[in-house]
């Protein structure tokens, strides 16, 4: 085409040699961009491959699927493990309860105790030890669902409910 054709069709064609011109300096700034981020592209996969063939890559990924085959089979026994554990913990005395206390005015130093022992549905043993001039005289008291059958003193019964306060 012609410059009088252009014309014709009302195009002025110094707009289309600047359009163009245009153009083909945005297509260079891009080039130029993708060249640099494939050098760099080159570089990490040369630095990756170093000393490497395909063949020992395969071989690497093989041995780290089966490290994390074995990492999940130990995972899960762990797991069984733990709740076995917190089974078993249900069944422990997980509470306490502890008061010490002078049985009798002529004794010192508080060497008469009272001692809770609980699991977690709160049964358990009560124990008291009763230090006199004469000896020392220990009893036991059941527990069942935090409650005795039998009667408790003031210190057992401190002693019971500090127990019972600890969750």
Not at 39 to 59: D, I, P, Q, T, V
Not at 62 to 75: D, G, H, N, T
Not at 89 to 94: G, K, N, P, R, V
Not at 145 to 152: F, P
């Amino acid at each position: 085409m012609t410059k009088t054709q252009f014309k014709v069709f009302g195009i002025n064609c110094e707009y289309i040699i600047i359009g163009m011109a245009v153009l083909v300096v945005a297509l260079l700034v891009l080039n130029v961009v993708l060249l640099c981020k494939q050098a760099k592209m080159n570089k990490r996969y040369k630095s990756f491959m170093l000393g490497k063939s395909g063949e020992s890559l395969e071989e690497n990924v093989i041995r780290a699927l089966s490290e994390l085959e074995k990492l999940k089979v130990k995972s899960d026994a762990h797991a069984k493990d733990i709740d076995a554990i917190f089974k078993e913990l249900e069944t422990t005395y997980q509470k306490v309860g502890l008061v010490k206390y002078d049985a009798f005015n002529e004794m010192g130093g508080k060497l008469s105790f009272a001692l809770t022992m609980l699991d977690k549905e709160n049964n358990g043993f009560l124990l008291n030890s009763i230090q006199s001039r004469e000896g020392c005289y220990t009893y036991i008291k059941e527990i069942v669902d935090g409650k005795s059958y039998l009667d408790l003193g003031g210190e057992e019964e401190k002693s019971l409910q500090k127990a019972l306060s600890r969750e």
